[in-house]
């Protein structure tokens, strides 16, 4: 019996050793996960960091290459001219020996112009945007090499992973996390004071449809204070498709964004789509505690016309809704133009601005 309880002890033993072996194998397996995950999140402050310095550094060249241009240029008198005659004549060896330095520079310059594909021609500005396009490619290709389950930025407690990030590649569709982190970036970033509805919002106000205790529950997703704001985006995700809802609710206006308007059934599914989200408002208008402003007597709601149109076979509804809330919350009117016309250079660009955390201006 004693003999049995050793051997039962020694097998206990054992199975204790190799637990304990096993254990500190996968806790020197997270560690050194943990210290890989902080090496990158380093490099890639370090990296948007690097990159912000030459944004500064280049706008600093320009405003002083400006004030140059600026300052009247003076002749020197006859008087100084003499005077420094026979400094000219001990300097004269050096200054040659500077010129030829200068040009050695130029050269390398022209070659180094010349190897980028920029033309001589161009102006600061466009060496300037060529220069951070570049940089701003490297960071986002970077970050697309990452872990799938790495976080690269924060956008209001809403994580942007690599998988996430990986869906602003060309051919791609957005998701949510893209969408809704972006616009609460653009709401943050604006001068106004804007509300953004959760991209889940929509499509719980369908399936809610005409039940009371369903559409309550979705009154927690639109506080009280939303009437106080002077604007609000509203991005839907229904079926396939992007599209954007905004509105000043002050003023009574309300516009949707369709980067395919394909025909006039299109176009009354999304007035429909527009008359749900205003019946909706005012319900919630009507429960409000503390209304500090009545509802509007008359909102004027419009399926916008004249909105950018996407190629109907593509994936970049998402950039659309990114790219038109971005122009409807400037303080300037760009005018009609003003959606980018390399699709590809914008994914990339909604990518860098969330993983720097803040637009590129």
Not at 149 to 172: C, F, Q, S, W, Y
Not at 239 to 244: E, K, M, Q
Not at 330 to 353: K, L, Q, T
């Amino acid at each position: 019996m004693r003999l049995l309880i050793n051997m039962g002890m020694k097998t206990i033993r054992g199975h204790r050793k190799e637990q304990n072996a096993i254990n500190k194998a996968n806790r020197l397996r997270e560690e050194g996960r943990k210290a890989g995950r902080e090496a990158i999140t380093n490099e890639l402050y370090h990296r948007v960091r690097a990159e912000r310095e030459r944004r500064a550094a280049r706008k600093a060249m320009r405003k002083a290459a400006h004030s140059r241009d600026r300052t009247p240029s003076t002749s020197s008198s006859s008087s100084s001219s003499s005077s420094s005659s026979s400094e000219d004549d001990g300097t004269s060896d050096g200054k040659e020996r500077g010129r030829e330095g200068n040009g050695n520079v130029e050269d390398q310059d022209k070659g180094a112009v010349k190897a980028e594909g920029i033309s001589e021609t161009d102006t600061f500005e466009d060496v300037e945007e060529y220069h951070s396009d570049r940089e701003i490619k490297r960071t986002v290709e970077w970050a697309w090499e990452q872990p799938s389950d790495m976080k690269l930025a924060t956008v209001e407690r809403i994580n942007i992973l690599t998988r996430d990030l990986l869906t602003l590649k060309p051919g791609e569709k957005i998701n949510d996390n893209i969408v809704e982190g972006h616009s609460r970036m653009q709401g943050n970033e604006s001068r106004k004071e804007v509300f953004i509805f959760p991209t889940q919002f929509f499509s719980q106000l369908l399936a809610a449809g005409g039940d009371t205790e369903k559409r309550k529950r979705l009154y927690k997703w639109v506080p009280e204070d939303v009437f106080d704001k002077e604007e609000f985006l509203l991005p839907i995700h229904h079926g396939d498709h992007w599209v954007l809802v905004t509105g000043n609710i002050r003023q009574g206006t309300i516009l949707l964004y369709n980067s395919i308007l394909r025909s006039d059934t299109t176009i009354r599914m999304m007035e429909t789509w527009l008359t749900k989200v205003i019946d909706f408002i005012e319900e919630r208008h009507s429960m409000c505690k503390n209304r500090t402003a009545a509802f509007p007597e008359v909102i004027n709601a419009e399926v916008v016309a004249s909105a950018p149109q996407q190629d109907p076979e593509s994936q970049d509804c998402g950039v659309f809704v990114i790219e038109n809330a971005r122009q409807y919350l400037r303080e300037d009117d760009s005018g009609e133009d003003y959606f980018p016309r390399d699709i590809a250079m914008a994914r990339v660009r909604i990518a860098y601005e969330l993983i720097q955390g803040s637009l590129v201006t």
